[in-house]
């Protein structure tokens, strides 16, 4: 080994221990010599480059995993939550059907809410008379100008989010249930439709959507073409 | 605890100050070292998954630190550029226990080229091999001996220059 591939040998690591390096060490005391400063230099350098270390660092480390770590649960939480929303949701809309029958068509809808109404049909006795019935139609703007039979029951229910007149009519075959819809209902029309105990018929009339339904036995059109003939709309 | 954490904790005690040193050498700023090593300890929270030997901690970490260190040059080049060009001599950084030689040879050691100084800070401060340096700098070993005996030489030529060391040598 030569003087200059020594001493770069040396000088990149003069801790360095080969055969080779101990061999030339042993042999010259001046290289002993240099080695010897070499090592005191490192030991400098290391001082130096020791810089003091701000003494709460790893305390601010450990805080800064932790809060980290305290946020990542929160997200996770957060998106626990957001997460059995979602099923929740899905769980009502998928059980609906059974829940509420979800009806798609306006004799649907009607059919349903005169099972909701099922006691009004066989509770005789009831009834409301003419005035509040034309103030409840005034809200459509519509009005009975005379009736001769007597009705039953007179109550705004909801149709799917519009607002509709529920009326039951009693007649010589029985109670006729007729909804009064303003014309925005955005339910599909059908114009007769039944089920098992039902049937029904809807009128589209200028101002409004009327629906009529009753017993399977029951006749329809008398009690319709008295509705057309009475019930008169001012707006 | 998890064991996550107590792997985590165990690291920081043992490779923080060493970290925060070879920050401050990486960019001679004492709070934007700081920053660096809570961002590489973040970092390294987050994919302590992948480190899989306690014995490869220390260059695993010292990778991250300076692809943070790298990443602070892209976002934040316009904010320490002046620092960086004019202002590399910072008195806080001397302890009360370095004497004024080890004060002498900090400013010694600052003025060194970077590519000289990082090395040396490996293999003096972690005591990383030539191999290890290589690996961590992504240097082939003769590059990382030929500035290792570049940074030594440089020094001692510096030493030798002083007045005040020159004196207290061949007093």
């Known amino acids: 080994m030569d003087e200059l ?16 390096m101990s061999l030339e060490l042993t042999l010259d005391p001046a290289k002993q010599q240099l080695q010897q400063d070499l090592l005191l230099l490192d030991q400098q350098i290391k001082a130096s480059l020791s810089v003091p270390v701000p003494p709460d660092l790893a305390d601010k480390l450990l805080l800064g995993q932790s809060l980290l770590q305290h946020k990542k649960i929160r997200q996770q939480r957060w998106w626990l939550g957001m997460a059995a929303s979602v099923m929740l949701v899905a769980g009502l809309v998928h059980f609906r059907d059974q829940i509420y029958p979800w009806h798609h068509d306006l004799g649907g809808h009607a059919l349903a809410h005169v099972y909701h109404e099922a006691e ?25 100008t005379t009736w001769p039979g007597t009705i039953r029951y007179a109550r705004f229910c909801n149709f799917q989010g519009t607002r509709s007149l529920h009326l039951i009519f009693n007649t010589e075959q029985g109670p006729v249930t007729v909804f009064i819809l303003p014309k925005n209902h955005g339910l599909p029309n059908t114009d007769d439709f039944s089920d098992s105990l039902f049937h029904g018929r809807s009128m589209q009339l200028e101002k409004a959507d009327v629906v009529l339904v009753a017993g399977l036995q029951q006749t329809l059109a008398p009690m319709a073409s008295r509705l057309y003939q009475q019930l008169q709309f001012q707006i | ?30 709070s934007v070292a700081e920053d660096l090593v809570q961002e590489t ?131």
């Not at chain 2, 009360?96 to 400013?107: A, G, I, K």
């Not at chain 2, 003025?111 to 293999?123: A, D, G, H, M, T």
């Open chain 2, 1 to 30: 605890m998890s064991n996550k954490q107590i792997r985590y904790e165990a690291l920081v005690r043992a490779f923080h100050a060493d970290l925060f040193r070879y920050a401050y050498w990486l960019c001679h700023h004492r």
């Open chain 2, 41 to 171: 300890f973040l970092r390294a929270w987050k994919s302590l998954d992948s480190l899989q030997e306690a014995s490869a901690a220390k260059g695993w970490l010292i990778t991250i630190l300076r692809r943070e260190n790298a990443r602070r040059f892209e976002r934040k080049q316009f904010d320490y550029q002046d620092v960086e060009q004019d202002w590399l001599e910072d008195e806080q950084s001397f302890g009360p226990e370095q004497t004024y030689e080890n004060q002498q040879l900090h400013r010694y050691i600052t003025k060194l080229p970077e590519e000289y100084r990082e090395p040396l800070v490996l293999q003096v401060l972690f005591g990383m091999t030539g191999d290890e340096i290589a690996q961590s700098l992504e240097l082939n070993l003769n590059t990382v001996n030929t500035r290792l005996f570049r940074a030594r030489h440089q020094l001692r030529e510096l030493i030798l220059q002083s007045p005040a060391t020159g004196a207290s040598q061949h007093g």
């Open chain 1, 5 to 20: 591939e020594f001493r770069r040998r040396l000088l990149s690591d003069p801790a360095a221990r080969d055969e080779d």
């Open chain 1, 120 to 144: 009004m049909l066989e509770n005789e006795n009831a009834s409301v008379n003419l005035e509040q019935v034309n103030q409840l139609l005034s809200d459509f703007g519509g009005k009975l």
